[in-house]
């Protein structure tokens, strides 16, 4: 058994962020927004068929059974952005107001969701690399967010800060506890040069979704700050 948890990293060490985030955000969030929490996660977990373009030049994770793509990819989508939704609550509490309209959340998921993968690809096939084609989508979906949600910028401002800070504490534990897993990074500049043992890129793009998910979320979920319902 020590063999296996040695030996796939990028598996278990998602596995132990998402089971200390969901005991976590149990204990700590009023039970509508662990239950956003779950959607926001869940929402995310299509986008893990994007991470092939990540290949090779950006990373190589080792998966079970060898695959380019596995159930690691959207155990990892789901928990970073279930992240990212956890500290905005837990900072926000009762200030974000949800009103979830079955018809409108599938609606406004897919035209963000779509807009959000059109970029990349546009991005990719104008010849960013796969890490930089993130990057700039995610920043570009952003600042959108931001022009049509004027409202919701302290969202992303929390985000710009805090997730990070939380994700890069998970990402240096992992590393603590698998020494090799950071190897699995390809070293080439830009994105795989280290800062204190982190690969550059994880450190700009924790910045970037940091600020673009939340906004995702209360955007597609039709949320507001209390302060805007305020006459």
């Known amino acids: 058994m020590l063999g296996i948890l040695k030996a796939y990293p990028y598996l278990f060490a998602n596995l132990l962020t998402c089971s200390a985030l969901l005991c976590a955000a149990r204990l700590l969030l009023r039970p509508a927004q662990w239950r956003t929490m779950l959607l926001s996660g869940l929402a995310n977990v299509p986008s893990f ?83 930089s084609a993130l990057i700039v989508a995610c920043a570009g979906v952003t600042l959108f967010l931001l022009a049509t949600q004027k409202p919701l910028w302290p969202l992303a401002l929390l985000g710009l800060f805090a ?52 906004l995702f979320t209360t955007y597609i979920f039709n949320g507001r700050t209390r302060s805007q319902t305020v006459p």
């Open 49 to 131: 068929g994007m991470l092939i373009y990540l290949e090779e030049k950006y990373w190589r994770p080792v998966r079970i059974g060898g695959w380019i793509l596995g159930l690691e990819d959207a155990l990892c989508s789901f928990v970073v952005a279930a992240m990212a939704w956890f500290i905005a609550a837990l900072f926000f509490r009762d200030r974000i107001l949800l009103e979830m309209r079955g018809a409108m959340v599938w609606c406004r998921y897919l035209q963000v969701a779509g807009f959000s993968m059109a970029a990349f690809l546009m991005a990719f096939f104008a010849g960013l690399s796969g890490m």
């Open 163 to 214: 997730f990070p800070a939380f994700y890069l504490s998970v990402v240096k534990v992992d590393f603590w506890l698998w020494p090799d897993f950071v190897s699995q990074w390809s070293p080439q500049p830009p994105w795989g040069l280290r800062f204190r043992g982190i690969p550059l890129g994880e450190i700009v793009w924790s910045s970037v979704f940091g600020a673009y998910w939340p």
